[in-house]
């Protein structure tokens, strides 16, 4: 039977926080009763029964482990209402009571809750309908899918007519009907050439020698986003090193099974850019083929040859150089586990004796999930990521004495997640960014920063530290709120935004260059294209909607002031089911009319989704719908508390997310609820799931601006981000958290830096710290601070005690300057120029 570890250590395992965080499997054959045997092998069977009708998991395993190790005794009956039944302050708490004590018992010892952090669901898609597997859970069958499970199935023992119903056969028959195993896509070819199955001349190049490109060349690899750079560093190392696995009987015999002519026959050269039609996501730019050409043909057979092969070994020597590098600042986690195959495979090729591949060994428990649907890979954990939205969510609902335990657990993981040093050595010259005072969207061991998990980190900590000690525990240190701040900051972007890892690096028209998601350069979108009503990260438009309108209303919009978000209530309720209910398909992110313009899917049937509806309702009330007519909201909460089970769960259903946590659907569904506190239930008054308890001097900036216009070229949203950034006087209200994580002091400044230059002219800017009415600073001519940050060596962008704001952080958090190990000036501050 297999059991959920917490926390555990083992061999070759390094932590820098004591395994906090960490969840693996493990297999014990005595574990468990018979009951508790037959209650797997029941949940299992059902699972594979309706597989073609729900293919998410509900992580069922995890369930009946931790409410068994967490019971929480008997909780309220469940609320059903009627059509016209009204929704009462009553129905609303016992819907509340039942969620969050369920919520509490599938929480670890160490404070997080333990989840299945799938990703885009590709790493192991289920068998499809046609024979083949798709590129992830709920998608159409592809080469890439198909190709590589059936490889596996092979790989585990499955004969040629293998597996219930002849899967292997029919998984056969669909790869060869569609073209053989020529149409796979590049990372496919990459695969099958390792394991002998396909030539390495039949692949596009990944040249090592790029790691020898100077910094200063626009396609570097420090360019890349860093999930690119990191996958291509060991791929490439492979790709030079041209290895091959051995080629047994069982190889020669999949040569001969998943191609439609002689393998000895097949043109490779031809097969370099063959991909399946089904696989295509966007045709290559004739630049990208000329290029792949140019490499294949002419670089390729001189830097295998003497003297030019010398420049290849040096190459390969740097790229493994970074390989241990990102190894060792993650604790051979790596930062996600496409890259931790890869690196784990570059490690044994360098050296099968080696300890980095018995590190990398002990480290693969990590990335398995086990549940009803069998044994699965994932992305990488998502606990700091679920732990942040599941504390706010319960202090927001005006029950937090009632689960002060549960709070308290949740508070010291989150203390003991915050990385607290940046990456070993010079980083910079790996293409690191500082990671201290960052979270981590996993645990602490990770390392990786990302700018929303820290924002919602700092949230939550400056939550915590509004409340009680004896009911939460001591509250973090003021050092590291100021870290937290410093990482965020030092993430913003020259264009205003604030991308999720690094700052940007690449040109923005390398991206016109190469259209495949994954493969994009480290550019990213400013706050204007943020703003728009298209998300790629969860489906797709109720996603992008509900970001949209929180980011709109923290900068002081409102129903009455901004046409974007009375049309931004039109398109909800345009979209609200005659249930009440949300209901968005992935196909929405399919289905396009062009490359760029997506159209709105629901999903088959007009079935609801508890996770859309609840994105639904937070930006219809955000948006102040409720001041207009309330009654679609009503219709969306009755369709919520109807929906909870017994237990005070909700029930699984369709992916809403390409990254779906599997305890996503039970925090949307009640953040609503949540969110309306001690509000009264006066559906009349705009509730905002922002109205948090700690005071608003902590939690907004007062930014007032002045000087000329700037123009973001967003024609959707054009006017409103005028009038917020560059009219006389705007006032931003902008509260910490992922939508909008920091004042934006000079949105759009950058990109019209050297037209107002020219004219002479320079932008104005004044801020403070504070609720509103706020004390403000005359306007002050400073120069662009990132230019001059640059120069003067300045890293560090923690609040100066010279600054008019620190006296006000000083109040909630008591400082006296000489605690402040660093006071050099603030480009923020007056006293900075």
């Not at 390729?300 to 740097?318: C, G, H, I, Q």
């Amino acid at each position: 039977m297999w059991k959920l570890k917490i926390a555990e250590d083992g061999d070759f395992l390094t932590t820098t926080n004591g395994h906090i965080g960490r969840q693996h499997w493990e297999f014990d054959p005595n574990a468990g009763t018979a009951e508790e045997r037959q209650a797997v092998e029941r949940v299992r069977e059902e699972f594979k029964l309706n597989r073609f009708r729900v293919k998410q998991s509900a992580d069922l395993l995890m369930r009946m482990q931790l409410t068994k190790e967490n019971p929480t005794g008997t909780i309220p009956s469940a609320v059903k209402l009627k059509e016209s039944e009204e929704i009462t302050e009553e129905a609303v708490k016992t819907t509340l009571t039942r969620s969050i004590s369920f919520y509490s018992s599938i929480q670890a010892h160490d404070g997080h809750w333990p989840a299945e952090s799938a990703g885009p669901l590709f790493f192991m898609p289920p068998l499809n309908e046609d024979g083949g597997w798709g590129l992830h859970i709920e998608g159409h069958s592809t080469m890439f899918g198909s190709a590589l499970s059936y490889i596996c199935l092979r790989l585990l023992g499955e004969g040629p007519e293998g597996g219930e119903d002849k899967a292997v056969s029919r998984g056969r028959k669909w790869i060869l009907s569609h073209g053989g195993l020529v149409g796979i896509p590049s990372w496919g070819k990459f695969w099958v050439s390792v394991l002998g199955l396909y030539e390495w001349s039949g692949c596009n190049p990944f040249p090592p020698e790029f790691w020898l490109v100077p910094p200063s060349s626009p396609v570097h690899p420090g360019k890349m986003l860093c999930y690119c750079r990191l996958v291509y560093m060991p791929m490439s190392y492979l790709y030079g090193k041209r290895f091959v696995g051995p080629i047994t009987a069982l190889i020669q015999t999949l040569r001969g099974e998943l191609y439609n002519e002689s393998y000895h026959k097949i043109n490779w050269n031809a097969a370099r850019n063959t991909v399946a039609k089904e696989d295509l996501y966007y045709p290559h730019p004739l630049v990208q083929d000329l290029t792949w050409g140019f490499l294949h043909h002419f670089a390729e057979p001189l830097l295998t040859r003497w003297p030019f092969s010398k420049v290849r070994e040096k190459a390969l020597r740097v790229a493994m150089e970074h390989v241990h590098y990102e190894d060792e600042n993650s604790r051979y986690l790596c930062i996600g586990c496409v890259e931790k195959v890869l690196c784990l495979m570059a490690c044994w090729v360098e050296n099968p004796n080696s300890e980095a591949y018995q590190r990398h060994l002990t480290r693969l428990p990590d990335y398995y999930w086990v549940a009803e649907d069998g044994l699965k890979m994932q992305t990488f954990g998502c606990q700091t990521w679920d732990a942040v939205f599941a504390i706010q969510a319960i202090m927001s609902s005006n029950l937090s004495n009632e689960y002060g335990s549960t709070l308290r657990k949740a508070h010291d993981f989150l203390k003991a997640s915050q990385v607290r040093e940046n990456p070993s050595g010079d980083f910079k010259a790996m293409y690191r960014h500082i990671s201290k005072g960052a979270w981590t969207f996993s645990a602490q061991d990770h390392g990786w920063q990302v700018s929303d998990c820290t924002a919602e980190g700092l949230k939550c900590a400056l939550l915590f530290s509004q409340m009680p000690v004896e009911l939460v525990g001591e509250p973090m240190g003021k050092e590291q709120l100021f870290d937290a701040v410093n990482v965020i900051l030092s993430l913003q972007s020259n264009n205003g935004g604030f991308p999720a890892w690094e700052q940007q690096r690449a040109f923005q028209w390398l991206e016109l260059r190469n259209h495949a998601f994954i493969l994009l350069p480290n550019v990213t979108p400013n706050v204007p294209m943020c703003l728009k009503r298209y998300g790629c990260w969860g489906i797709c438009y109720t996603y992008g909607t509900w970001f949209a309108v929180e980011g709109l209303v923290s900068c002081g919009r409102s129903y009455t002031n901004s046409p974007a978000l009375r049309k931004a209530c039109q398109f909800l309720l345009s979209k609200q089911l005659p249930c009440g209910g949300w209901g968005e398909s992935y196909l929405s992110s399919q289905n396009k009319v062009n490359f760029m313009f997506q159209v709105y899917t629901n999903l088959e049937g007009g079935r609801p989704n508890l996770v859309q509806t609840a994105w639904a309702l937070l930006s219809l009330i955000d948006a102040g719908q409720a001041n207009v007519d309330p009654t679609p909201i009503h219709e969306g909460i009755r369709l919520l508390i109807n929906y909870q089970m017994e237990d005070g769960d909700f029930p699984q259903q369709r992916s809403s997310s390409s990254n779906i946590f599997r305890l996503l659907r039970d925090l949307l569904a009640i953040l609503f609820l949540l969110s309306s506190g001690d509000s009264g239930f006066d559906w009349n008054t705009t509730i905002s799931p922002a109205a948090l308890p700690p005071p608003p001097s902590l939690l907004c900036f007062s930014v007032a601006t002045s000087g000329s216009n700037s123009s973001f070229g967003e024609e959707t949203i054009s006017s409103e981000l005028k009038s917020l950034s560059c009219s006389t006087t705007s006032e931003l209200w902008i509260t910490f958290g992922c939508s909008v994580l920091f004042p934006i002091l000079e949105m759009g400044w950058d990109r019209r830096r050297g037209e107002l230059e020219k004219r002479g002219r320079c932008r104005k800017t004044r801020a403070t710290l504070g609720s509103p009415p706020a004390a403000r600073i005359p306007p002050l001519e400073i120069p662009n601070r990132r230019d001059f940050g640059e120069r003067l060596g300045i890293q560090d962008h923690r609040l100066n005690p010279l600054s008019p704001s620190f006296a006000q952080i000083q109040s909630t958090f008591p400082l006296s300057p000489i605690e402040i190990p660093d006071h050099r000036l603030n480009p923020l501050s007056p006293s900075y120029r």
